[in-house]
């Protein structure tokens, strides 16, 4: 059987990368790992519609924020990399593909990106919100693990085959209210939401949590990248 091609969101350019855009290479490692071919797409791509025509799923992943103005958010000092050129291709690939079905996995910002597509709001820094009781990224801006709690009932524990894991997390923003049709499957203990399903939209994952940097010996993350890539290659484009 033919692989499917799975399209990956890139980090911008940035001062430091000298003009290069980048990405961890742990997204790639864990799409080829599924069974996936991985295309990464940075931002600038001129025609989202027409690249979801020739892709069969697509990854949103983690990097820096979105422009707050985008979700009628205020700024903050704790705010950063945010990138207009990113936020404009990722919000729009994220319409396309709930619009379409697209298969897709959202990571950290991704799932944010598709929380502000859908009208949604972000909370613009966790601590200021819940404190630190949970650390959801360790200073100034590294991983930490932390416990979840999973919905029994959701799509996410079916694929997960647990309802209690402990993955690496690392960000400073999360939902605050979900966007239309979203709702809310996993929990940190601080109550901040952790993972959305989509209503109608069973070939769609999103978490907050960053999967991609442990599926290598972890069963339960890679089981995401598995689900994905195994919806992607049902919807094969020939």
């Given at each position: 059987m033919t692989a499917p091609m799975i399209a990956i969101t890139t980090y911008p350019a940035d001062d430091a990368s000298l003009g290069r855009v980048n990405l961890p290479k742990e997204y790639i490692d864990a799409v080829r790992a599924a069974g996936g071919r991985a295309v990464l797409v940075p931002p600038g791509e001129s025609d989202p519609s027409g690249l979801l025509d020739v892709v069969d799923g697509i990854?949103?992943?983690?990097?820096?924020?979105?422009?707050?103005?985008?979700?009628?958010?205020?700024?903050h000092e704790a705010v950063y990399m945010t990138d207009t050129a990113r936020d404009s291709l990722?919000?729009?690939?994220?319409?396309?593909?709930?619009?379409?079905?697209?298969?897709?996995?959202?990571?950290?910002?991704?799932?944010q990106v598709l929380n502000v597509a859908l009208g949604g709001t972000l909370h613009v820094h966790v601590p200021d919100v819940v404190g630190e009781s949970v650390l959801h990224r360790l200073p100034p801006r590294e991983p930490v693990p932390h416990p979840v709690a999973v919905e029994a009932s959701s799509e996410?524990?079916?694929?997960?085959?647990?309802?209690?894991?402990?993955?690496m997390s690392w960000h400073h923003q999360a939902i605050d209210r979900p966007g239309a049709g979203l709702r809310a499957v996993a929990w940190a203990?601080?109550?901040?939401?952790?993972?959305?399903?989509?209503t109608g939209h069973p070939r769609l994952l999103a978490v907050q949590w960053h999967p991609e940097l442990t599926s290598g010996g972890d069963p339960t993350q890679a089981a995401l990248f598995d689900a994905f890539v195994a919806a992607a290659s049902s919807t094969l484009i020939a």
């Open positions: 990854v949103l992943t983690g990097g820096g924020d979105i422009d707050p103005a985008l979700w009628n958010g205020r700024s990722e919000i729009s690939l994220a319409r396309l593909a709930v619009e379409r079905g697209v298969p897709m996995l959202c990571i950290c910002r991704g799932t996410l524990a079916r694929i997960l085959g647990t309802t209690e894991i402990e993955p203990p601080d109550g901040i939401i952790e993972a959305v399903e989509l």
